[in-house]
């Protein structure tokens, strides 16, 4: 058929539209892909980690009591976290491998993506920093100081999600922080 003059445009055509495709099609799943990790990483502050400290707001404005202070510390055991998150279905994330996954849990324990039982912390004194396990965290999420970086900062709670890393030798750290403030929790 393209060696015939009359259909050799429209044999080109094709085969240029049919080259074509492909491209746009991978270049539509890169995006997707993209998007999906930028929603489904683990540190970020609206999935992973971040979802878990969105479901402690929820607990702590509607049951306050249902949050329990460890000794004299900021870090916390929450009454009804874990059955929140089942309830809910599955909190996605990708692992250290980057791997999609949905957040394991071990009976009333919600796990890392390594396996370690996740810690949770609250601000109780409203000094703009959370302090649990040795670790001091802003309040506001990746700000040094909230204070010294909008002096008219203000919030009511803030709650973090403390996890254990994998490999600290590697990551300058045994453990990592995930803060959130009620402005972002309103924001978000």
Not at 158 to 178: R, W
């Amino acid at each position: 058929m393209i060696t015939i003059s009359e259909d050799r445009g429209l044999g080109v055509l094709w085969l240029l539209l049919g080259s074509a495709l492909p491209l746009c099609v991978s270049s539509k799943k890169a995006a997707f892909d993209a998007a999906f990790d930028e929603r489904h990483a683990w540190f970020d502050q609206t999935s992973g980690a971040g979802a878990l400290n969105f479901y402690i707001h929820q607990i702590i404005m509607e049951d306050p009591d249902a949050i329990h202070f460890i000794d004299d510390t900021e870090e916390v055991t929450i009454s009804g976290l874990a059955e929140r998150v089942r309830r809910d279905g599955s909190i996605y994330y990708h692992d250290h491998s980057g791997r999609t996954r949905p957040m394991q849990m071990d009976g009333d324990k919600i796990l890392s993506p390594w396996g370690a039982p996740i810690r949770f912390a609250v601000d109780r004194n409203h000094d703009g920093f959370i302090s649990a396990g040795g670790q001091k965290s802003s309040t506001r999420y990746g700000v040094a100081d909230p204070f010294t970086y909008d002096p008219g900062y203000k919030y009511l709670r803030a709650s973090a999600v403390f996890v254990s890393l994998p490999d600290p030798v590697l990551s300058q750290s045994d453990s990592t922080m995930v803060t959130l403030d009620d402005n972002d929790f309103n924001r978000l």
